[in-house]
C-alpha cells in the first residue's frame, strides 16, 4: 500500500464541486475586475525565488523544494505566485505593451512546513498582480477584489489587518531604530530571530515562536518611521477602503513572510480558525519586477490558500450545495431493453441533461437505490413493455409521481424535467 506524501491532500469526488465553486466564483469576479488569467510553470530557476521572495526568509531556507536536474540546473518547485508571474511578464514584454497590467492564477504552490488544518505542503493559491499603478487607489481596488470574494461565499467572520512597512527610501531608518531594540533583547531572541537581526531585522516581527513574540509587542513600529511620501500613501489606502465601507484594523506588527513587500501590507485573517488564522494577504511590492531585470514600475497584489478559504466557508456554515450530481438515470430492464436505453442516454447528454447509466444488469430496486444513493431527482425505466409501446416511465422521486414519455423525443424528456422543479 503506497500513501499519499506527507503534507498532500487527495480531493475526492465528493469535495471537487466546492473547488469548482469557488474557482468559478474567482473567474466571476476577476472578469468584473479585468483581471486576466497567466499560467506558469511549477518549477522554476532557484535563484527567482532567491532573488524574489528574500534569501534569510523562511520560505528560501527552510521550506523550498529545491532540486538539480539532468542538466545540474538547480530548480525548485515554486513555493508561491508572485515572482513566478513578475518573470513572465519581464520575460514576454507584457510591460512593453501596457504598463499597467492586470493578472490572476490559480495553481498549487509547494512548501516544505508542518502541515495544519487547511495547510498543507501541496497548497492551491488562488493570487492577483497589479502592474504599473502606483496610486493607492490600486492597493484599496486589489484589497476591495479579496473582501468582496469573501463576502460573496458568505465569510462573515474575516477581519482585514493593515499595516505600511515604507518605501526603499525609510526602510533604513525603520531598520536602523529595530535593530537598537534587537540589540538589547539578542540574547532572548530565537536562534532563526539572531539569525535574521543581521540579515533583515524586519523578518524579526514575524516570528511565531512564543517568547519573541513577547519580547517584540515592544518594539517601536514600522509605521511611526515611515516618510512623508509612504505616509500620504498609507493614508489614501485608509481614505479609499473608508470610502468603500471595507472595515479594517491597524496591525503595527504586520510585515507579511516575503522580502518583497514595501509600502501597503494587509492580511485576511479569520476569528474561526485558531492560532493559523490567516486566510489571504499580500500588499505593494513597488521593487520587484526591477530586482527581477524589468523596468523600474510599482505593483500590487494578493494571495490566498484556497484550502484555507474552504475550511472556513466549512466553519462558518457556508458551504454551498453541491449542483453537480447527475439529475436522471436510466434504468434498462432486460437486454432488450439496453440498446434503445442507452441511445437515448446519449442523446439526453447531447441536450445537456446529467444522465447515468448503469451497465451490470441490476434489478429495478437495486438501481433505484443507487439513484437515491446518488441523490439523482429521476428515474427513467424502460423494459421490453416499453420497447413495444415506444415509451419510458419517467419517475420524479422527489415529487414521488410518474409519467409516460415517448423514447423518440429525448427534447420532450429533458423539457418535462427541467419543468418539473423550476
Request: with cysteine.
Amino acid at each position: 500500500m503506497i500513501n499519499k506524501p506527507k503534507g498532500t491532500n487527495d480531493i475526492l469526488p465528493e469535495e471537487s464541486y466546492r473547488w469548482h465553486f469557488l474557482e468559478a466564483r474567482i473567474r466571476d469576479l476577476t472578469a468584473c475586475y479585468g483581471y486576466h488569467e497567466i499560467r506558469t510553470p511549477i518549477f522554476e530557476s532557484t535563484e527567482l525565488f532567491v532573488r524574489g521572495v528574500g534569501d534569510g526568509t523562511d520560505i528560501v531556507d527552510k521550506e523550498m523544494y529545491t532540486f538539480q536536474d539532468r542538466s545540474e540546473r538547480s530548480l525548485t518547485l515554486r513555493p508561491e505566485g508572485t515572482a513566478s508571474a513578475v518573470r513572465a511578464y519581464i520575460e514576454h514584454g507584457l510591460h512593453q505593451k501596457e504598463e499597467r497590467c492586470k493578472l490572476y492564477y490559480i495553481g498549487p504552490m509547494f512548501r516544505y512546513e508542518r502541515p495544519q488544518a487547511g495547510r498543507f505542503r501541496q497548497h492551491y493559491q488562488f493570487g492577483l498582480e497589479l502592474y504599473g499603478e502606483s496610486s493607492p487607489w490600486a492597493d484599496v481596488e486589489v484589497i476591495s477584489v479579496v473582501s468582496r470574494l469573501y463576502a460573496e461565499l458568505g465569510l462573515s467572520n474575516v477581519i482585514i489587518n493593515l499595516n505600511s512597512i515604507g518605501c526603499s527610501g525609510c526602510r533604513s531608518e525603520i531598520r536602523d531604530t529595530l535593530r537598537g531594540f534587537l540589540e538589547r533583547n539578542l540574547e532572548s531572541l530565537c536562534e532563526d530571530c539572531r539569525r535574521r537581526y543581521d540579515k533583515n531585522p524586519l523578518r524579526v516581527l514575524d516570528c511565531k515562536n512564543p517568547q519573541c513574540k513577547t519580547i517584540m509587542s515592544g518594539s517601536p513600529c514600522a509605521i511611526d518611521s515611515i516618510c512623508p511620501d509612504c505616509r500620504e500613501h498609507f493614508e489614501g489606502v485608509k481614505h479609499g477602503l473608508a470610502l468603500l465601507g471595507i472595515q479594517y484594523q491597524i496591525n503595527p506588527a504586520l510585515v507579511r513572510g516575503l522580502d518583497y513587500y514595501t509600502r501597503t501590507v494587509f492580511e485576511f485573517v479569520s476569528t474561526g480558525l485558531g492560532a493559523q488564522n490567516a486566510v489571504g494577504g499580500g500588499g505593494r511590492y513597488d521593487n520587484l519586477v526591477h530586482e527581477l531585470g524589468g523596468p523600474r514600475l510599482p505593483a500590487v497584489g494578493f494571495s490566498t490558500g484556497m484550502e484555507r478559504v474552504i475550511l472556513t466557508m466549512q466553519n462558518e456554515n457556508a458551504d454551498p450545495q453541491n449542483t453537480e450530481n447527475t439529475e436522471l438515470r436510466v434504468i434498462a430492464l432486460g437486454k432488450e431493453a439496453e440498446e434503445a436505453a442507452f441511445r437515448l442516454t446519449y442523446d439526453l447528454r447531447r441536450l445537456g441533461l446529467r444522465t447515468d447509466m448503469d451497465f451490470r444488469n441490476k434489478s429495478l430496486k437495486a438501481q433505484l437505490r443507487l439513484t437515491d444513493k446518488m441523490n439523482e431527482h429521476f428515474a427513467l425505466i424502460i423494459g421490453e413493455a416499453e420497447i413495444k409501446e415506444r415509451a419510458a416511465v419517467l419517475k420524479d422521486l422527489a415529487a414521488r409521481t410518474e409519467s409516460k414519455v415517448s423514447l423518440d423525443n429525448a427534447e420532450q424528456i429533458v423539457k418535462n424535467i427541467r419543468g418539473a422543479h423550476a
